[in-house]
Nanobody, 119 residues
Framework: QVQLVESGGGLVQAGGSLRLSCAASGRTFSIYSMGWFRQLPGKEREFVGSIRRSTGTTTYVDSVKGRFTISIDNAKNTVFLQMNSLKPEDTAVYYC????????????WGQGTQVTVSS
């Protein structure tokens, strides 16, 4: 089992930036990739992006490409989500998650951190 703790959320003006972090603990050796999801008000949770630990390969949903960047510090078992040019529609609870070796889905989740972008 992998435990995840997100941090860095808060209130920011439109056009501003924010960096989220997610620290993993437990069976971190089993992590295949780490990703970010978000749940907009009144909506279902949606995929934002992910990073493959072994290669650093990243994947992003089109709506955040060029604005959001995911990076990973393997030594610290921490993944980051750098969010630039934030828009009010980015307002959501952001969650980090992990895929473990042998699993085809993200199976471990953090508790989430609120990001609010004001206009």
């Amino acid at each position: 089992q992998v435990q995840l703790v997100e941090s860095g959320g808060g209130l920011v003006q439109a056009g501003g930036s924010l960096r989220l972090s997610c620290a993993a603990s437990g069976r971190t050796f089993s992590i295949y990739s780490m990703g970010w999801f978000r749940q907009l008000p009144g909506k279902e949770r949606e995929f934002v992006g992910s990073i493959r630990r072994s290669t650093g390969t990243t994947t992003y949903v089109d709506s955040v490409k060029g604005r959001f960047t995911i990076s990973i510090d393997n030594a610290k078992n921490t993944v980051f989500l750098q969010m630039n040019s934030l828009k009010p529609e980015d307002t959501a609870v952001y969650y980090c998650a992990v895929r473990t070796l042998g699993a085809g889905l993200f199976s471990s989740w953090g508790q989430g951190t609120q990001v609010t972008v004001s206009s």
